[in-house]
Structures are given as structure tokens and as C-alpha cells.
């Protein structure tokens, strides 16, 4: 088995294990899982309560040492994580039309990418000055929730393009965000 052009080698008993989880990963529904629909707007009262409920009841001190799980707490909190995040869920409903995403999606707006390295630098630049900080954290929090908007809009109209274009764009002002 290869990784990133390396050879790697794995005890049979870990390539069977890895092979489970990339199978289970592939049947679990996350919005089924949470008792959602498949959509991009979704209650976040709803999905903390539900994340709650199925924590406790596949907990491992709740199960039975000789049954296996169906799920593990592992796999229940990277399907909350996912539902959570307007980024992760919007790439995962992409995965699930089967119109997946490149890791390394570029934007070719050059005014955008003009503006995100503006902002990179005025974050740079106000490094020690929290007013400016404050202020930029809220101006780019007022344009990630613009676009996520946008990306809502996107998938309500069954714009699959649209919505990656804009989960791209999403991606960077999240990194912006981070920097803050």
C-alpha cells in the first residue's frame, strides 16, 4: 500500500481495520444519522441534542463488551463535527451527489483573492492592536455569513456549481477568520 508516493506497510489485522472504517464511513449517512434531511440549513439545537442522545447510547462503558457497536463514539462525533461546520457539511452534501471537491479548489475571482490577501495582511498588521482585530474579525464574520447564505441559496436551488464556487470562497475567508 502506497501514501503520498510512499510505501507503507500494514499488519494484515490494521489493514482490515482500515478497510472497516473506510467501508462504514462510506454507509453511514450523517443526515440520517442525526434524523435530518438532506439539507444545508439545519437546526443546530436539533443536531446538539441528537449529537447528546446518540453519544450516550453508544457509549462503550453502555455496550456490551462481546457486541461490537453499530456505531463508535469516534464515528458519531466526526458526523457532528461535519453537520456542524456550514464548510464540512456543504463539501459532504457535495460527496453525496457524487460531486466531490478537490482539496485544492482555487478561487480565479481575482478581486476576491485581492481582498482575502488584504485582509491577511491587515490581520498581519494589527497584530498587537485589538480594536483593528475586533474589527476585522467582524467584518469577515459578516461576509462568511453572506456567504454561507449564498451557498444555502445555492443548494435550495439545486445549483451544485454555484455552491462549490462558493464553499471555495468559504474556505478562504474561514482561513482568514482562524488568523484573527
Known sequence: ?????????????????????SARRQLVNYFKLFESDVTYDLDPKHLDQRYKRLQFEFHPDKANSSDKPLLTSQEISEAYQTL???????LYMLDLEGRGMEEDARITDLE?????????????????????????HQELTAVNDD???????CFNNEDLEGAKSELVRLRYIQNCVNNV
Do not use: H
Not at 499488519?11 to 481495520?17: E, G, I
Not at 456542524?84 to 456543504?90: A, C, D, E, H, Q
Not at 476576491?112 to 476585522?136: A, H, R
Not at 456567504?147 to 441559496?153: N, Q
Open 112 to 136: 476576491f483573492l485581492e481582498w482575502i490577501m488584504d485582509m491577511n495582511s491587515e490581520i498581519d498588521d494589527s497584530e498587537n492592536n485589538q480594536v483593528k482585530l475586533k474589527e476585522l
Open 1 to 21: 500500500m502506497s501514501f503520498l508516493g510512499r510505501q507503507i506497510f500494514l499488519r494484515p489485522q490494521a489493514l482490515s481495520q482500515c478497510l472497516y472504517y
Open 147 to 153: 456567504t454561507v447564505s449564498k451557498i444555502s441559496s
Open 84 to 90: 456542524k461546520s456550514p464548510l464540512k457539511r456543504g
